[in-house]
């Protein structure tokens, strides 16, 4: 059940993330169009496209470390001990767990303060540029204590004990599963 509701809600980050992307996209390009072509432009655009890059950044933060794609400093971790792995893995967790009850309490009352306050030209508050780090503070902790599950009640091995990716490994495996597909297509 736990995993079905962590599969659904990966999914709808994706979404929502390429979503928000799609319609920057769209926005910025056709601004730019507009701007070149008929000297012209969307006043929205501006103001709709800084608030959706704003969601997007704060919600693939949240994706990303569930997937371990944060970059991080893991030199000395990888030299640890399993139990000392596990032990600096719990005590980041907290510092990281800190920091996200900041992001709830300080997103919380800006968002307060700004119900009041809209942006001039999309005229909704800006409560909902400030409601990001709610949503992200709830989102990270959920992420956060999760891998603090699977590393403390799984069977982690030794590279899960490492909550970063190593880019080179990551691009192999991409290769060598791509290479299996290709091989599976070519013998039917």
Same mark, same amino acid.
């Given at each position: ?12 980050l *994706? ?12 926005? =910025?390009? !056709? ?8 000297d012209?432009g969307?006043?929205?655009? %501006? *103001?709709?496209a ?5 969601? +997007? ?13 944060h970059? /991080?400093?893991?030199? +000395?971790? @990888?030299? +640890?001990?399993? /139990?000392? @792995? ?7 967790? !907290? ?8 992001? =709830?309490?300080?997103?919380? $009352? ?12 999309? /005229?909704? #508050?800006y409560?909902?540029?400030? !409601?990001? #780090? ?6 990270l902790?959920?992420?956060? +204590? ?6 403390l009640?799984?069977?982690?091995t030794?590279?899960?004990l ?5 880019? %080179?490994?990551?691009?192999? %495996? *991409? ?7 290709? @091989? /599976? $297509?070519?013998?039917?």
């Open positions: 059940m736990l995993a079905k509701l962590e599969r659904w809600v990966t999914r709808a *994706e979404g929502t993330i390429v979503a928000c992307l799609s319609v920057m996209a769209v926005l =910025v390009f !056709g601004n730019v169009v507009l701007r070149y072509a008929f012209a969307l006043a929205v655009s %501006e *103001e709709l800084r608030l959706l890059f704003v969601w +997007l950044i704060f919600l693939g933060a949240i994706l990303a470390s569930r997937q371990h794609a970059l /991080g400093f893991d030199g +000395l971790v @990888r030299k +640890l001990p399993a /139990g000392a @792995r596990k032990g600096v893995i719990v005590f980041n967790a !907290g510092l990281m767990l800190a920091a996200c009850a900041f992001f =709830v309490i300080g997103g919380w $009352e800006q968002t307060k303060i700004n119900l009041g306050n809209s942006y001039p030209v999309l /005229g909704i #508050a409560a909902w540029l400030y !409601g990001v #780090a709610v949503v992200f503070g709830i989102g902790a959920v992420s956060i +204590l999760l891998n603090v599950r699977d590393v009640f799984g069977r982690p030794d590279e899960e490492v909550l970063t990716q190593n880019l %080179e490994s990551r691009v192999e %495996e *991409e290769v060598a599963q791509l290479a299996a597909r290709r @091989r /599976g $297509e070519g013998g039917r």
